[in-house]
Structures are given as C-alpha cells and as structure tokens.
C-alpha cells in the first residue's frame, strides 16, 4: 500500500490537526444553486443598491465583532473602515459612470488595490491583500444576494488563501486545521490563528485533494500529510502540453483512418458523466458556468467548474468556450449594458465590455495548469478579434505571473459559424484551431430564426457542407473539428467526413449513435463493403 504523502510548508500556527479536507475552491452542486437569487442591478441604477451592499456588510461585519477577542476586532475594524472609506466608492462610481456594471465596476476597484498590495516588497503589505478580497466577496455576494458560506465544523480548510472574516465565522471548538497554497505567516488569519491555537501551514504549493479526503495539518514541523494518492499540481512548466490534434484512438473508419469523438457538456450534470477513458471535451458552452453578472465577475466560482471538467477528463483534451452571451443570448444583470442594446453577441460582447473577459481569461489560464485546456471563442468574424483577445490573455497571464499565480497559456482557437469567416478561413492564422458550429452557420446561411433554423437544416445541407469542406481546405492543416448539431446526426456524418472532418463532438446522448455511423464508413464518407 503507497505511503501516505507529506508536503513541506512554513508553519504560520503550532499545533496538529486532522480532518477531512474542505476545498475552497470546490464548486457547488447544481442542486444547491439557489434559483430565488434576485438579479443583480445593472448600472443604471447600479450606485445605490452598491451602497446598499456596503451598508449590509458593514452590518454583517459589525454583528461579527461581538463579543470577540481585542484581537479579532481590530482586523474587523480595519475592514469596516476601508469600506466606509469614500475613495472607494467614488472610484467605483466613476467606473459606473463610463457604463460599467455595477459588479465588474466594484470588482475592478478592488482587484486594482489587491494587486497593488500583492505586488509589494514588505511581506505584511502583501498579507493585507486578503484583507481587501474579503471585503470585495462580502459586498459582491451582498450585491448577488448570495453570502459567504460556512464550512463543515472539524475539517481542514484547504485553499490558496482564506479571508479574516471567513476564519471568524468558523466554529473551531471542534477542531480543524489550514492549510494554504500561499498565503502569510505575517497574515491576520494567522494571527488570528495563533490566537485561537487553530493548526495552520502556508506556501504548501497546490496540491490535488478531494472533497472530504483525510488531512492532518503539521503547524509544529511545517507539514501537509495526504492519503495516499496525493500529489503536488506540476508548476506551469512540468504542466502537459494542451493540445487539439487529432489523436489515434480506439476508434477509425472501416478503411483504418484515426477519429476523434469528443463529447459537448452543457450542463453541469454532465460533467460527472464524463468519462475519462473513452471521450475529451470538444466543446464546453461555458454559458451554465455563469447564471447572473455576479456569476460573470467571480472568477474563483468559474476556475472551480473549468477544474472540475479539466481533472475530471484526466489526460484528454478539453475545449472550453468562452461566453457566448447577448443578442438572444441575455444574462442576469446585464441587460441595460450599451453592448447588450446594440444586440453584440459573442467575441463582440467580450471586447465591447473586457471586464468580462479578463475575469474569464484569468480562470481559464488559472484552471489550464490542471489539464489539457484550449480555449475556444465564440461569433468570431475579423482575425483581428482573436488577436485583441490574445493581447487580454497575456495581460492578465503578465499579472497572474507578478502575483506568482500558477497559470498557463493555453491554445486559442475559434468557432466557425459565420459565413464570412469560414469563406476567408485562411486570414486566421493567429487561431491555434478551428470548430465548425452548425446550428448559426445554418441559420446565418439560410437566413433563418433561431426559431425555424432546426426546420430549414436539411434544405440547408449541401450548403453547409459546401462550405465546410471548402474551409477545411483553407484550415490549410490546423486541427479541425465540428461541434454544432450536425456532427450528431448520422444521415449528416458522410459528407461530414467527406469535406474532411476528424474530429466530431457531440452530445453524451449521441456519442453511441455517431461512434457505430464511422466504424461503417470509409474515410471518404462511403459506405464501407457489406454494410
């Protein structure tokens, strides 16, 4: 039987604890979603439900402070007096001013101070950083609705950091440890442990744990013990290489050629259905990831689901979408955006309001150290757009590196579902890959509703594979793949495979289907003998 694993790491409190492990980081079930969640004000009248929040926090805070220690109610009132610090404020509303959401306004302003703070030569500045995301998640679930929950009494708190107040809230009389990826021994909560002679080690390194695995916390030596098959996460340059070639597999046509056959998760139940074994991830929609603006703007909530999927598909590759919302596509909270009125959709939405898409970007080149992660962007049109996409990815990638945050740079690519792209496919030579989305190409071809594209598919076929086997010619040898519905209707797949398609991605429901359609046909979409 394999040893159990013992991680060194500073001691930021003595003590030894052990208990099952509490994930920080690990995302909610969809069964704890809570549909009752009011939406989140837009910027229009953004200013006073931001005040509101503060107001609730600061009440929050207050009624915490009751009955602490001399200790814990300084740290408390530190926080109370930078939220009622008028800077602040003022400097979120005047980012609402320039048609900011009220959300993405209030994240900004504060993620500005934290990487002032992270950024600092002094180990207790840098410490104060946490200080200022615990004031930014308490107002950010005040603004959604959704406060900050408690964790399990006994377990070992298991995460990158953990906020003075979250420590606060906690019941430690029944025992319980931390351990931190980073954090400070310079740190409130540290001192906060010490105080409550709480076990606690920081500057673990990531490490893989599941929910409820058995941890003991070493605050004397400076340890993390793991049950066996434990394991340190690689640091970004022992991380696999992503990639979306085509891999030879299990599966081939009748006459030998090598096909991929991806799956397409839409909702968050199936990425429990995943299997490992037999399928990677051709498409992730990451639209379910993201219910509301508030959803859009926590980004520790989006990078817990992307490392879900990414752990959970093992050594196979996985495409995740960034979001593809507007036009017909609305989000909670943000209907009164200037980029929503002029019905962007897509790439477009995301350059028109980047607040959005530097959350993302951050939870994706976080998440890509877990697993083979490319990213795929949606409504693309002009090269152009994928470059200035790029450009956010570096940038943030710049400030995740100062910070010393594990992340990635993962293959970007990009769907083909207007027209014009796929007729000037060669223009795109920034695009690490390609993905043929049907359903809009579809509609955009046929001039069709959403409503009536599903009925005027077959009369739009030949087109649509027309087209497609002309841009696979101009993909000029970068992977392909096609993800729109098309790929998981059998009476599609030989001419599909005719325009010279290898990789398909499906739905989970469709994969058998399509799997037995390829074992009987040829590469060149003929019928193999005796079928």
Known sequence: ??????????????????????????????SSERPDVPPVPNAAGGYGALEKAIDISIGELERLAEGTDPESRDIIDFQIEVLRDPTIAEATGARMQADENVVFAWVTTLDAYIGELEAADEEQMRARAVDILDIKNRVLGALAGTPIADFPPGSVFVGKDMEPSRFLAHDWSKGGGIALFAGSAAGHVALLARAKSVPMVVGTGRFSAADGDPVSVDGDAGAVILQAGGMLIPTPAQAPAA????????????????????????????????????????????????????????????????????????????IIRMLDIGGDKPLAGLQDLPALASGLRGIR???????????????????????????????????????????????????????????????IGMMVEVPSAALMLDTFGSAAFFSFGTNDLTQYLAASTRDS?????????????????????????????ICGDMAGDPHYLPGLLAAGLRHFSVAPARRPAIRSAIIGLNADGTRAAGE
Do not use: C, W
Not at 270 to 282: H, R
């Open 1 to 30: 039987m394999a040893e159990p694993l013992r991680l060194k790491a500073k001691s930021a409190s003595p003590g030894i604890a052990s208990g099952p492990a509490f994930l920080a980081e690990e995302p909610k079930s969809p």
């Open 243 to 318: 990639d979306t070639q085509t891999e030879s597999g299990e599966l081939r046509t009748a006459d030998g050629v090598p096909i991929q056959l991806s799956i397409n998760i839409n909702d968050p139940a199936e990425i429990d259905a995943l299997d490992p074994a037999t399928a990677g991830v051709g498409l992730m929609r990451s639209e379910f990831s993201v219910a509301s603006v508030a959803d859009a703007a926590n980004e520790e909530r989006q990078l817990a689901i992307y490392r879900q999927v990414l752990e959970r598909a093992g050594d196979k590759p996985v």
């Open 349 to 411: 939405l995301l350059l028109a309001q980047p607040e959005i898409a530097r959350v993302q970007a951050r939870a994706l080149l976080r998440a890509a150290v877990f697993g083979r992660l490319s990213v795929m962007l949606p409504m693309v049109t002009f090269p152009d757009e994928i470059d200035r996409i790029r450009d956010i990815f570096r940038e943030e990638a710049e400030k995740l590196g100062r910070r010393a945050v594990p992340h990635r740079m993962p293959p």
């Open 453 to 481: 594209s599903e009925a005027d598919t077959g009369k739009a076929a030949p087109a649509v594979l027309r087209l497609i086997a002309q841009a696979v010619k101009l993909a000029a040898g970068k992977p392909t793949s």
